[in-house]
């Protein structure tokens, strides 16, 4: 009996240590954790908010007026400054809340407080703290956004927790130390054409504004040699030709202006133009030098970008520019319309004669002007022709063979069969693209893809007004310009 009085004593004590009954202290603990856990979902929500709404967005919303739109730009102008606070706070909260309820838990609950209070934070923290406001923010960002805006730029300017934010991100540098960003989040071009073409796809905008939208993009990374009509293709004259000369030469081959040149072409000394040499012929002076109406050209190094070159021919009025290379020689020339061609495509006017760049043979081959680039051959056919220093399909042919080939002559690369269908003196003019196993070219003259020279006589135009195909293709508007390749015949 008294071995049983002292397991009951035993038993009753230990129940005394594990169970306590609920006071106001745990109340006020309780009440407490509540209100850390409605905080720690607003910083969940004010995280998701800020990091879905750019700060474009916010600029558009600053200039609607809309309300908390002023102190929302503030917050996503300095986001690597103002998100880790907020972060940390949220954090705070979470910490602190889930130490207070399994603090009561132990004191109610005994051993068994630790599994209530896990079981608490799992269900209730997770889906009111965390999941449930996250969700309504994805829904509503700008809402979020310029609700907690007001809210939130006072957080961040408190002392102590932005100091606290800073010092424990130092910290984190010394563990992971590296450059950092200085500001973020960032969107990377790759992630901008896929956003157009994701909401291409989804139809939220025009298959032709997605197109625009690439063409943009690639606008400020492109430079001058990559649109320029080659110096080949260059229509030219004598510094010594008389006007009626120069006019019948530039109106014959549909062009507005015509380079002058001294020595030689590496000698531009000025630009012709037609409405001058009009004018100067209806005033009988159709005999005098082409010099007495030439305007001074304007030169440009073939590696700038055309942003910049197209920002010049504007200020100075001037529709051709004459690239030059490094050594000072002239490389080709640019027409503004060969600049505006890379942001909307072909430009065609009453000269232009419309024709296939590509095309696809009978036997499953493609035929391609050789002038084309790279980039470009790629977008049109699919295929994955390699880069290197050369810009051009022709260029890729010539390092592939490293002499001038004869037509018929072919290498391969990337498991595709390149053949010089036609060869113009040294220059490749028109390129079949096939796999390794389709046999020699089809004749030098197959099919009616266009060569490199593109006007009537002597190629790409010089001038606004001027003839065919001025240079390459537009970029990334060639691959919906018409369905499909077009097919030909192999003459």
């Not at 940390?88 to 068994?112: E, H, K, N, Y």
Request: charged share 20%.
């Amino acid at each position: 009996m008294a071995r049983r009085g002292r397991l009951r004593t035993m038993l009753a004590a230990a129940r005394a240590v594990g169970t306590h009954s609920f006071d106001s202290a745990d109340t006020a603990l309780l009440v407490l954790a509540v209100a850390l856990i409605a905080l720690s979902a607003l910083f969940a929500l004010s995280e998701t908010a800020l990091t879905r709404v750019s700060r474009v967005k916010a600029i558009a919303m600053a200039e609607e007026h809309r309300r908390g739109s002023a102190y929302l730009l503030k917050l996503v102008d300095q986001p690597e400054r103002n998100l880790p606070v907020v972060l940390f706070a949220a954090q705070i909260c979470t910490l602190v809340a889930a130490t207070m309820i399994g603090v009561v838990s132990d004191r109610v609950f005994g051993p068994w407080g630790v599994v209530v209070a896990t079981a608490f934070e799992i269900v209730v923290m997770f889906v009111f703290a965390e999941l449930a406001p996250k969700i309504w923010a994805v829904q509503h960002p700008e809402r979020a956004a310029l609700l907690m805006a007001p809210f939130l730029v006072g957080l961040v300017r408190f002392p102590p927790l932005r100091w606290g934010t800073h010092a424990l991100i130092k910290a984190a540098n010394v563990l992971l130390p590296g450059k950092g960003l200085k500001k973020g989040p960032y969107i990377t071009e790759g992630e901008l054409l896929a956003m157009a073409d994701t909401a291409a796809d989804e139809a939220v905008i025009e298959r032709e504004e997605r197109k625009l939208i690439h063409s943009i993009i690639d606008f400020g990374d492109t430079v001058a040699r990559e649109v320029m009509v080659p110096r080949p293709d260059m229509v030219t004259v004598a510094m010594t030709a008389s006007i009626g000369e120069t006019a019948d030469l530039a109106s014959g081959q549909g062009f507005s202006r015509i380079p002058v040149y001294g020595q030689n072409i590496d000698d531009i000394v000025g630009i012709a133009y037609v409405k001058d040499m009009m004018r100067a012929e209806r005033e009988g002076c159709a005999e005098d030098r082409v010099t007495s109406v030439m305007r001074t050209p304007q030169f440009v190094p073939e590696s700038k970008r055309i942003a910049e070159v197209m920002r010049e021919m504007q200020a100075g009025k001037q529709h051709l520019a004459i690239v030059v290379d490094e050594y000072g020689g002239t490389a080709g020339l640019i027409t503004l319309e060969d600049v505006l061609e890379e942001l909307v495509g072909e430009i065609s006017d009453e000269y232009d004669v419309e024709r296939p760049r590509v095309a696809r043979l009978e036997d499953g081959q493609l035929q391609v002007d050789a002038g084309l680039s790279i980039d470009e051959v790629n977008e049109l056919t699919g295929l994955e022709l390699r880069q290197g220093d050369w810009d051009t399909v022709g260029g890729l042919l010539y390092n592939l063979l490293g002499h001038v080939p004869e037509e018929g002559e072919a290498a391969e690369c990337d498991g595709h069969r390149l053949v010089a269908q036609r060869v113009e003196g040294r220059r490749i003019a028109q390129i079949l693209i096939g796999s390794p196993a389709a046999g020699p070219a089809a004749g030098p003259a197959a099919g009616p893809a266009a060569g490199p020279a593109a006007g009537p006589a002597a190629g790409p135009a010089a001038g606004p007004a001027a003839g065919p195909a001025a240079g390459p293709a537009a970029g990334p508007a060639a691959d919906e310009a018409a369905p499909g390749i077009p097919r030909a015949e192999a003459g």
